[in-house]
């Protein structure tokens, strides 16, 4: 275990950091809970869990197999013991930044699950901390580094859909809230951030990793629950204008949907890019290219690549988290996804510049302005 890196798992309890564990201690594979199956990382090792709630801890490092893991009820006495080298932020959003900061000043290598931060004030002083670390950091913009999405952005890079006019990518997923007692912070302003910062802000990243330009006037509408007692508007419709004139729609909702239901198009003027979950998986994608000599129909090929399926614990959080531990044991930045990389600066200006747009009835709002 001497040369894996070992990483500490803040937020131990929750949904999201079980998935994470999974990622961070066996091959890329992972780990079935149900059988207990699973090959151990050669890479990496859950070196210690935190959590507020000691019981359930316990039973997930049991259930996990995390049998090298320490257990910490607190945050500052896990970065003081020396069992870690790197850590896992998910905690609840309003807590982000505190973690994070704490997490780069003991120099351990950061990896912070989405958001970024609750307000723009906060993600400004993350940024400029994180500018003055040498350490590996890495905010889980997990949809990035799909297949589809990788793929996609290879054909948008040979123009195979000539110049990129317009974008629409959706997010209508309804947050894991009403579970139980603990996840009651997610439908709170205060200590989510709002609804782009809690979970739109996927089909935002989305979005500028596939037009790769500087996002230069953002607009949004808002409306508000129907379903879940939030104390802010749940429904989204961006639109966002690039420096290059590409015109994107982001249409977000994480009160309901009718499943989990993300659809990605891309409109060029020499083809076009649809990605439809309510299709049958052989028509789920359907393109066309000019330069490619390719008519307008469905890729089977495409469609058995990793799609987006919004099942975080199969395979999603294994490949971002152990993208994060490749970097992190070459004491490398991550250029596509560390904290102050084009992609996640850019978002970040979308998505506030989106949440003053909405709260100041869809007024048209420069992002510049929160570009730092
Ligand atoms: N990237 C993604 O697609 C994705 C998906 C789901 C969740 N997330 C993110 O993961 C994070 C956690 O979400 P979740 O659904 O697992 O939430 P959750 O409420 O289920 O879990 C949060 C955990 O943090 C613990 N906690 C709270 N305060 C703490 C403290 N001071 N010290 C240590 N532990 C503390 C809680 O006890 C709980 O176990 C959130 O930031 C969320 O946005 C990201």
Not at 77 to 105: G, I, Q, R, T
Not at 355 to 361: K, L
């Amino acid at each position: 275990m001497n040369d894996k890196l070992r990483v500490g798992i803040a937020g131990a309890s929750g949904w999201m950091a079980g998935a994470l564990s999974v990622g961070v201690e066996y091959d890329e594979q992972g780990f079935d809970p149900k059988t207990k199956k699973g090959t151990k990382s050669r890479f990496s090792v859950v070196g210690a869990l935190c959590d507020l709630n000691e019981n359930v801890m316990h039973t997930r490092k049991q259930e996990l197999g995390l049998e090298n893991a320490r257990c910490f009820t607190s945050y500052d006495e896990m970065l003081a013991s020396d069992a870690v080298d790197a850590v896992v932020v998910a905690v609840p959003n309003h807590l982000h930044v505190a973690f994070a900061l704490k997490a780069l000043k003991a120099g351990k290598h950061l990896f912070l699950e989405k958001p970024f931060a609750t307000t723009w004030e906060d993600s400004q002083r993350l940024i400029n901390a994180t500018a003055q670390t040498a350490v590996t950091t890495k905010l889980d913009y997990i949809l990035v580094l799909y297949d589809e999405q990788q793929k996609l952005r290879q054909l948008i890079d040979r123009g195979a859909f000539g110049k990129l006019a317009s974008t629409h990518f959706t997010y209508r997923h309804p947050i894991q809230a009403s579970q139980s007692a603990d996840q009651i912070w997610k439908l709170s302003r205060q200590k989510s951030g709002g609804a782009v910062p809690m979970g739109i802000c996927h089909a935002i990243s989305l979005t500028v990793y596939q037009v790769n330009e500087i996002p230069q006037t953002v607009i949004c509408k808002s409306c508000p629950p129907k379903i879940r007692a939030f104390d802010y508007d749940t429904q989204m419709d961006i639109l966002v204008v690039f420096e290059n004139h590409v015109v994107a729609l982001v249409q977000g909702n994480i009160d309901f949907a009718e499943k989990y239901d993300a659809r990605h198009t891309i409109i060029g003027t020499e083809g076009q890019f649809d990605y439809n979950p309510y299709n049958p998986l052989e028509s789920r994608v359907v393109w066309s290219s000019k330069s490619l000599g390719r008519a307008y129909g469905p890729d089977p090929d495409f469609a058995q690549h990793h799609l987006d399926s919004g099942d975080v614990w199969k395979h999603q959080c294994v490949r971002t988290v152990q993208d994060f531990v490749r970097h992190a044991l070459k004491k490398e930045k991550d250029p596509l996804l560390g904290l102050e990389s084009p992609l996640v600066r850019r978002t970040e200006a979308v998505i506030w510049a989106a949440e003053q747009s909405a709260r100041e009835g869809s007024r048209p709002v420069a992002a510049a302005a929160f570009l730092g």
